[in-house]
Structures are given as C-alpha cells and as structure tokens.
C-alpha cells in the first residue's frame, strides 16, 4: 500500500473529529492565510497565541474574516510559545504549530520538564514529499531536527517514521538507508550505520518495518536503477522511508524536491506527546496547510 498524492492528508484530516490546533505567534501572511483555510476546510480549529492587532492587520490584507476564531492576546512571541505548548499539554488543543517565532523559543518550551511535551522519545522531523515525475508519496527523514545522528539517533529517527506510517495505515514500511554509494566503505561513516541498522532489523531490534542499507538515492526509488545495479533487495526501488545520514542531506534534499522538482510537501516534528507542525519561513501556503493537515491526522490516530 502507498500513497499516489499528498491529497490524502486533506481527506483524511477532515474526516471524524475535529482536532483543535494551538499556534504560536501566527504574524505572517502564508501561516495565518495556512490556517484560515484549514479552519475553512475543517481540518482544524485553531487558537491563535499572539498579538492580536497584528493578526488582525494581516488578516485584512488577505481579506480573511477573523472575527470567529479563538484568539489569545500575548504580544511577547516566546511567552505565545509557552501559552501553546501549555494549551497541548493540558489537553485544550490537540497538536501545535509554529509561528513567526524562533525555532529554538518554541522547542525550549516544548521541552520543559514540568508542561512541555517530552516523551522520552528522540524528536524527529518527518518530511511526506510528492513530485510530479514519481507517482507516490515519499518520507524523507530527518532533515530538520537530528544534525549529525549516531546510531542510536538513527534507529529512533527510523522508529518515530515507522509509527507514522503505521498511523497511516501501512503495517510495513520499507526504510532506505541512503548514502553516496550502495556498498559498505570503510571510509564512510553513514554506510557503516546503515549496515548496522539493517542488521538489527533482521534481527528484531527494530520492529514493524523492513529496513535495508546502504542505499544510493536513485536505487532507492527506482526499481530500474536498482536492476541496472544488480541489487537484491525488498527495498530498493520500492522504498517508502528514506533516511537521511545528517540534517545537510535532509535540508538540501528537501528543498530540491520543493524547489527545483515541483514537488509539494508536508512536514511534522514527531517523537513528543503530540504532534508539531514545523515549516520553513520560507514554505508556502500550501506547504504549511498540508502540514497542518498532516499533523491532524496522526493527532486523531
């Protein structure tokens, strides 16, 4: 089972239940115009931690209609932050979001020890991509969170994929390896980890998935290049995760896909007690709204 369109985010998320989305600091034109049409399409209902003339003034120049939404009046962007993370936390709002407030003030308050979201897990991002030429939808990870993971990381950015996609609803994802190269190099540090972690698949250390590595990209993906290779594998060519060797990768891999491949993309942070929806300022409307939705959808599983 795989997914041909990340249009399946939109239906499921606006399927059942209703999931209440706390964001913090929505002062830009794509993240409140993102979450006035989640609201529309009713993925989400969203509480916005933030300045309230500033919300209201970037609403008018959308011409959106904010005089229904749930608004919180905190001008101070970090003091938002906490107030969303709390408002998760105790139970008020189902999943969190991002605003116009720096990364690292949002995660310090989503790792707090007396009212954030730990979980004992590592926090991973897990990129969904969909590109024009590649009738399905890919996970990339981890391209926003982990730099430079070991191997202990990355059997926890495999297992926090894995559970997303047994939250989508496919039991089995096959997990990509990747490096430069197919075979093991010494001289290679991430081949090496690959080698490992697949192993430890096999032997039942990692559950739930079939993890194989490593794994060049176009192998990965392409049952044809991993015929031209000679690769026996139950991964490659049919790979459903894709696991990046360090947030370089990740971060130049994903935006090629978003930039340069016409791709679209939603992105969570995954591994607290509730989802986080983190995007790039630089993202676009439909970006974020895809993200939202994604991040819905593991909130109702």
Known sequence: MSFETLDFLLERSQSGKTMVLAVAAPHGEDILGAVAEAKERGVVSPILYGDRSRIEKIASELS???SSFNMVEEPDEGRAAELAVKAVSSGEADLLMKGNVKTATLLKAVLNKEWGLRSGSLLSHVFLFQ???????????DGGMSMYPDLAAKQGIIENAVEC???????CPRVALLAAVEVVNQDMPCTIDAAALTQMNRRGQIKGCIVDGPLALDNAVSEESA????IVSEVAGKADILVVPDIEAGNLMGKVMLYMSGGRGAGVIVGARKP????????NAETKLLSIAFGAVLAKA
Do not use: A, E
């Not at 590109?131 to 990870?141: D, E, L, S, Y």
């Not at 015929?227 to 000679?230: F, I, L, Q, S």
């Not at 986080?276 to 993202?283: A, M, N």
């Open 64 to 66: 959106i209609d904010v």
């Open 131 to 141: 590109i024009p030429k590649i009738g399905k939808v890919f996970c990339m990870t």
């Open 165 to 171: 996609y047994h939250k989508l609803g496919i039991q």
């Open 227 to 230: 015929r031209h290779k000679g």
């Open 276 to 283: 986080i929806v983190l995007t790039s300022r630089f993202d």
